[in-house]
């Protein structure tokens, strides 16, 4: 049984940082693509960053490019998301998802975690 279990989240200033965990489990992510979306309130599930289980090719969106960093530590099966320079925009439900490869180019994403609450004070 596939499991993700995100960790790390919390009340922060804004411009400061936090780092996301998600600690993956139950199969062989050799062909898969892992993730990070997040949800604010009353809006819809955003695609934030992602990263290859193997090769480690990054893509990120628009909005958190320069300020997150994606990765993953392949011995302890866990991947992280670093997020500086934070603001009110990036509070949020954070969760952390895996799928194919392929899947993964179309943004369907097959396994998720229970996400973690992010929020920034102004």
């Known amino acids: 049984q596939v499991q993700l279990v995100e960790s790390g989240g919390g009340l922060v200033q804004s411009g400061g940082s936090l780092t996301l965990s998600c600690a993956v489990s139950g199969r062989d992510f050799t062909d898969y693509t892992m993730a990070w979306f997040r949800q604010a309130p009353g809006k819809g599930r955003e695609y934030v960053a992602a990263i290859t289980w193997i090769g480690h090719t990054t893509y990120y969106t628009n909005s958190v490019k320069g300020r997150f960093t994606i990765s993953r530590d392949y011995a302890k099966s866990t991947m992280y998301l670093r997020m500086n320079s934070l603001n009110a925009e990036d509070t949020a439900v954070y969760y952390c998802?895996?799928?194919?490869?392929?899947?993964?180019?179309?943004?369907?994403?097959?396994?998720w975690g229970q996400g973690t609450q992010v929020t920034v004070s102004s």
């Open positions: 998802a895996a799928t194919d490869n392929l899947k993964a180019a179309k943004l369907d994403f097959d396994y």
